[in-house]
């Protein structure tokens, strides 16, 4: 069964940095495309950041200049470096990842919690 498991949320200040992973496992699989969201309380969830099977990101324009996608594709990991933080950014992240194993299915994170006091 593959499993992608966060790590590296917490509590920061604002302007500070946080450093989010997402581990994919479970067996011999492929990855595409790798993302990072994230949900508040009573939003919608919104697209943080993503990242193709190629190294090519893209970023949600409230993040730009500021949150950096990356991915280790040898250790089936994805990163997410945050920046500058703001409390606007606080938020549960969620990594996604689309999965190539005898078909093409997409996998949910538990989710991460990142808090930026003001």
Do not use: H
């Not at 992973?21 to 939003?43: E, H, L, N």
């Not at 093409?104 to 930026?116: D, E, F, L, P, R």
């Amino acid at each position: 069964q593959v499993q992608l498991v966060e790590s590296g949320g917490g509590l920061v200040q604002a302007g500070g940095s946080l450093r989010l992973s997402c581990a994919a496992s479970g067996g011999d699989f492929g990855i595409d495309v790798m993302s990072w969201y994230r949900q508040t309380p009573g939003k919608q969830r919104e697209l943080v950041a993503t990242i193709s099977s190629g190294g090519r990101p893209n970023y949600a324009d409230s993040v730009k200049g500021r949150f950096t996608i990356s991915r280790d594709n040898a250790k089936n990991t994805v990163y997410l470096q945050m920046n500058s933080l703001k409390p606007e950014d606080t938020a549960v992240y969620l990594c996604y990842a689309v999965i190539i194993r005898f078909g093409v299915a997409n996998y949910w994170g538990q989710g991460t919690q990142v808090t930026v006091s003001s």
